[in-house]
């Protein structure tokens, strides 16, 4: 068999597979953003009943009611927020945390990286559950708190079902992903370095900020994406955790999809959602490259 | 260790603690004598019974458990072809139509397929969850067998073609025992990833195939009763047995090194 016929083989049935799962469905949505609907929602068929240029035509108006209202562009901001100050609070978490494994003995690291991973692998809705449970009405913990607040004559403010909820569920979910691209990086760091600023004169402070965190940066870079672009997109978490007016973009998008059906619109929601998670990656990745030259 | 200030100790242990007390709760009132997940009353396998009449939740259960096989089975095939194929050659195409659907929100892999699926006339149901999740799952598996591979050492092929094997007899023989772990690795992973799968399946499964994950939903947006509790229990059990099997076959591979 000659090496071009085994090249193909090999990487023929992968390559086809992720075209007509991934490519193609990608590409159709692209096509959709652009069709009409359907009578009875979804996309206009493309054979059938209706007029010739609902059928064959292609359209600009779900892209025209996308930057009329100011609705839609005000929900992108909204969930734009939501993934900074999640992707914020995950790195003020992360990284004591990965500071703390990339310095602890040899034996014990591959243990405390394995226990940072390990609630990953349980059920996404089981972590956003026990959420439920802990910022619920009757649990321990929100009477602790509003009795807090009570002792400073605050009113008592309802946990679940608010920003704070989702805020606490996007950040406990995604949490790994920001710790381990630290841990990758912290872990390579020479001593040698620290021990060097220390014979200079610095201080612990002046030896993290001057000279830890600097070289930590294309690992923050990378948890930041990590946790940044999924975010932007998540829509069960405020879905479980958020109230009636705490809906993202990706609540809207899944509105759309099923219970409007109106796909066209809805692909044009998705669509800005893929340029601006396909821009954010390019400008991490872009951002990493340049802090190496 | 002499580096490590207390405070750094102190923050990294609160944060172990905010990873597992959420967890650790929800086992502990799956036990709770209780219909509210407030406070503990006593110690009951209540709900366990409850879990193990709701016809519902076992349906869901079976399909999930088969969804989960037939994906592990196909899409370590397949990533298992595609990381030899991303070690072994220069390409172009595959490593991105691989990595993509891993970075990207799932919410949008779950919308084109559902608009895929529809226009090509498939109704949703086991099949279309099926061919999503192998999908999805293709990437995760490829990234492992890859590393695998990078491990390997390429002189104990070179010595077997040396000797008379044939490429395939060098692969099959040489490559493919050494690499074992990490497609043994990368199916259970395979496997965790498409019963715990909850966006993708909210899209693309039809009324009659309701997942684990899916009826999990429905629970709690409709009527929370220590039966999510304990079926969460269960399900935390499965999962970490697998990953206890994933880390003893290759270490690293559950960190998607």
């Given amino acids: 068999m000659s090496p071009r016929a085994q090249k193909w083989l090999i990487s023929g049935p992968p390559l086809g597979y992720l075209l007509v799962f991934f490519a ?22 493309l054979v059938g009943s209706g007029t010739p240029d609902e059928l064959a035509g292609l359209t600009l108006e779900s892209y025209q009611r996308f930057f009329e209202d100011t609705i839609y562009l005000e929900l992108f901001l909204k969930s734009f927020l939501y993934a900074t100050v999640t992707t914020l609070l995950c790195l003020a ?18 243990l405390l990286v394995l226990l940072v991973i390990l609630p990953f692998w349980s059920n996404f809705l089981i972590r956003v559950y026990a959420w439920m449970i802990i910022l619920g009405p009757q649990s321990g913990f929100a009477r602790a708190v509003n009795g807090v607040l009570g002792t400073f004559g605050a009113e008592p403010i309802p946990l679940l079902f608010s920003p704070i ?20 990086n912290l872990e390579k760091h020479d001593p040698a370095l620290l021990d ?7 201080k612990a402070w002046q030896r993290f900020w001057r000279v830890t965190f600097p070289l930590s940066l294309p690992g923050v870079y990378a948890g930041a994406a990590l946790v940044f672009i ?7 978490i405020p879905d479980i955790l958020g109230g009636t007016d705490g809906i993202l973009i990706g609540n809207v998008i899944k509105q759309q999809f099923l219970d409007a059906r109106d796909w066209p619109f809805g692909s044009v929601l998705s669509m800005v959602l893929t340029v601006l998670a396909i821009g954010f990656a390019g400008l991490a990745a872009w951002v990493a490259r340049r802090q190496r030259l | 260790m002499k580096r490590s200030s207390w405070w750094l100790y102190t923050a990294g242990i609160a944060a172990y603690l905010f990873l597992y007390l959420p967890l650790v709760i929800v086992v502990v009132f799956s036990f709770n004598d209780s219909r509210l997940n407030a406070e503990w009353v006593g110690f009951t396998w209540h709900w366990y019974g409850v879990l193990f009449n709701d016809d519902q939740m076992i349906e869901a259960a079976w399909n999930s458990l088969l969804i989960g096989l037939v994906t592990s089975f196909i899409s370590t095939v397949l990533g298992t072809l595609a990381g030899y194929a991303m070690y072994r050659y220069r390409l172009r195409l595959l490593p991105v139509l691989v990595l993509t659907p891993i970075a990207i929100p799932e919410i949008l892999m779950g919308v084109s397929l559902l608009i895929f699926f529809v226009m090509i006339n498939l109704t949703l149901g086991m099949v279309s969850i099926v061919l999503s999740h192998i999908a999805f799952c293709i990437g995760f598996v490829a990234i492992v067998v890859r590393s695998r591979l990078t491990g390997l050492d390429e002189s104990l092929t070179e010595a077997a073609r040396d000797l008379g094997a044939t490429p395939w007899e060098a692969f099959r023989l040489v490559t493919l025992p050494l690499i074992m772990p990490g497609i043994v690795a990368g199916a259970l992973m395979a496997f965790t990833l498409s019963i715990d799968d909850f966006v993708i399946t909210f899209f693309t499964a039809g009324p009659d195939s309701v997942t684990l994950p899916l009826q999990i939903y429905s629970m709690i947006k409709i009527a929370v ?11 935390m059990l499965l999962t970490l047995v697998l990953i206890v099997i994933a880390t ?3 270490p690293g591979a559950v960190r998607g090194e």
């Fill in chain 1, 196 to 202: 060097a600023a220390q014979d200079l004169g610095a």
């Fill in chain 1, 93 to 110: 978490v992360a990284y004591p945390l990965a500071l703390m494994i990339a310095r602890s003995d040899k034996r014990w690291r591959e």
């Fill in chain 1, 230 to 236: 999924p975010a932007l997109g998540i829509f069960a």
């Fill in chain 1, 165 to 184: 909820a989702v805020i606490i569920g996007l950040v406990y979910v995604h949490l790994p992903f920001m710790v381990l691209p630290l841990y990758v």
């Fill in chain 2, 225 to 235: 009763t220590p039966e999510v509790n304990a079926v969460s229990t269960l399900l």
């Fill in chain 2, 248 to 250: 003893r076959l290759a």
């Fill in chain 1, 24 to 45: 193609i469905p990608t590409f159709i949505m692209v096509l959709a953003s652009f069709r009409y609907v359907g009578e009875l929602g979804g996309l206009a068929p």
